[in-house]
């Protein structure tokens, strides 16, 4: 086989299991001088040989240019080589047949809604949370608050479960808007509570 002549892995893996080397991947098998992993055929590193195979269980007329799951079913179902997948993601992405055709599924993106301008500090602010931190006199997070105009930040320490952040009765926290990664809120006076745990809490404003 000419591809597997030029995959120096492929032919170690082949050399070791022939020697009955005992450190190979049990996955690995031989049958008819061809490498198998898991009872699938192990394609060497040759673009030509994969790219062939991607074709046949994307493009044929009994494929039918399924889309990128089925198509990697396909494909796995008999042959396997290292990021398999992502190479059937990128190809059937590309394929020009399903770019032209195939309708979009999903519902249309929604515009784009950028931040309004401040005009003054502490009008709208952003928020986040920096998590996982090594423990430091009990705290293990740090709240950051930043006034989107002068961009001062307030960096409010928590402590591992801290059971109530709204005690912090933050003065700066704006009636204009909070933003957090692509969220707003408008009309927000008072930040009230958040769960424990804080990240994938749920968050409770009072109006």
Known sequence: ?????????????????????????????????????????????????????????????????????????????????????????????????????????HKKYGRLEPLEVCMRPWTAISMDFIVGLPKSDRYTKIWVIVDRFSKMAHFIPLQCNDPMIGRYNYYHLSPNGISSGSQRWYGLIYLVYIWPGTLGGRVTFRM
């Open 1 to 105: 086989m000419k591809a597997a002549d030029s995959d120096q892995t492929y032919l170690a893996t082949l050399k070791a299991l022939l020697n009955g080397d005992s450190k190979v991947d049990t996955n690995f098998s031989i049958e008819k001088d061809l490498l198998l992993y898991t009872n699938r055929w192990y394609i060497p590193k040759d673009e030509g040989l994969r790219r062939t195979i991607m074709e046949a269980e994307h493009e044929s007329k009994i494929a039918g240019h399924f889309g990128t799951y089925k198509t990697i079913g396909r494909v796995r179902a008999n042959f396997y080589w290292p990021k398999m997948d992502e190479n059937i993601t990128e190809y059937v992405h590309s394929c020009d047949v399903c770019q032209r055709n195939k309708v979009i599924q």
